[in-house]
């Protein structure tokens, strides 16, 4: 039997409040992370402020560097990446801003700024294997690419389908030991780097550098293909408005003829 207080549950659900420990928002004030808003205008810069959201604390003055110098390296690669295609083909369409901002963010996945990610968490883990049995990082790296290359998997940091050596990365490791921000999982990367140079004549790319130092700068590695899209929205942005700006609408990829092949195999759905 229904009775009355089940029916007033019913018709009157309790709805949970949003919690955040980030932002207070209370009438003329808001206050991030223990800090008024209108103190950190003009006071702090982009880079120091992500830090303090995703953080909780203001960087220090080389770590701000840093973090800027790894948010500049991520600023474009071109037409070559699905991401900047896909905003750009649909910025032909003539699509709204905002649709081809997003279209570029929802073209990263496994296989475009998903490396990052499973970077950092290799290195993160390894640190903590080092860390927790007392093992030299040297031995910890030789134990991940022999486990990485025994399960016929990819090292995610390394290789790069346009670049024999991806000239952003050592640039950043560079950048990192001159700021004091190399630290161990910029030491082990680099361990693995000389393994794979010699068993696969393979360097490290821009994701496994920027991996490293996140990671030493203390950053989750849950976060890392989310610093890689605001550091590339800038450059998607640029992509989008040449698009609507220097070329014709409705681009076509390739000729009409190619619109329609036949293929070889007699079923292939």
């Known amino acids: 039997m229904i009775t009355q207080d089940a029916l007033k549950d019913l018709f009157n659900p309790k709805i949970s409040k949003w919690r955040t420990s980030i932002t207070k928002v209370e009438a003329n004030r808001l206050v991030t992370r223990g800090h008024v808003q209108e103190d950190l205008i003009g006071n702090i810069s982009f880079p120091a402020m992500i ?13 701000e560097k840093m973090l800027s110098a790894v948010l500049v390296s991520f600023c474009d690669h071109g037409v070559t990446p699905p991401s900047t295609q896909s905003a750009r083909l649909i910025a032909s369409a003539g699509s709204s801003l905002n649709a081809c901002l997003a279209g570029g963010i929802l073209a990263f996945g496994e296989n475009h700024a998903g490396a990052i990610e499973k970077s950092m968490k290799m290195l993160q883990e390894g640190v903590e294997i080092a860390q927790t049995y007392n093992r030299p990082l040297n031995k910890v790296a030789l134990e991940l690419m022999s486990e990485f290359l025994n399960r016929g998997l990819k090292i995610p940091g390394f290789g790069h389908r346009y670049h024999d050596e991806d000239p952003r990365a050592p640039r950043i490791l560079e950048l990192a030991k001159k700021y004091g921000c190399f630290g161990e ?4 990367i680099v361990s693995l780097e000389k393994l794979l140079e010699e068993e696969k004549r393979i360097k490290m790319n821009i994701d496994g550098a920027n991996a490293a130092v996140l990671s030493d700068l203390g950053f989750d590695w849950r976060v890392g293909c989310g610093m890689f899209i605001i550091g590339r929205i800038p450059g998607i942005l640029a ?26 195999e007699t079923n292939f759905l």
């Open 185 to 188: 999982h910029s030491q082990l």
């Open 239 to 264: 992509h989008v408005h040449e698009e609507r700006t220097h070329e014709e609408p409705f681009r076509k990829m390739f000729p009409e003829e190619e619109f329609y092949q036949l293929r070889n």
């Open 51 to 63: 830090n303090l959201l995703l953080k909780g604390d203001l960087p220090t003055e080389i770590e």
